[in-house]
């Protein structure tokens, strides 16, 4: 399988530590594209990333393994978003 080049840009994005959030990815590689190469739904992908506090580790290193970067950006990413939004709550 050949994989997707704009996961390139996403791996510099990351190593840059200039990826805002899960859904400024999208902006780089379209859901569908990454639907595709994860096997999963469409509609469960796009509600994850839009809360990514959802997301299994599993599916978190597993989009790691597809950008190529270390799996500790994407959990850190998460965890990030999760805390904005828990403190946007109260």
């Known amino acids: ?45 796009k509600k994850k990333m839009e809360h990514p506090e959802l997301f299994s580790l599993k ?3 597993h989009i790691a393994d597809l950008i190529e970067c270390n799996s500790d950006l994407l959990v850190q990413l998460a965890t990030k978003e999760y805390s904005k939004r828990k403190r946007n709550k109260k």
């Open 59 to 61: 599916e978190l290193f």
């Open 1 to 45: 399988m050949v994989k997707d080049k704009r996961y390139k840009v996403l791996k510099t994005l990351f190593e840059g530590n200039n990826v805002p959030s899960f859904e400024y990815m999208l902006e780089i590689v379209p859901l569908s594209t990454i639907r595709q190469d994860l096997k999963t739904n469409y509609s469960s992908l």
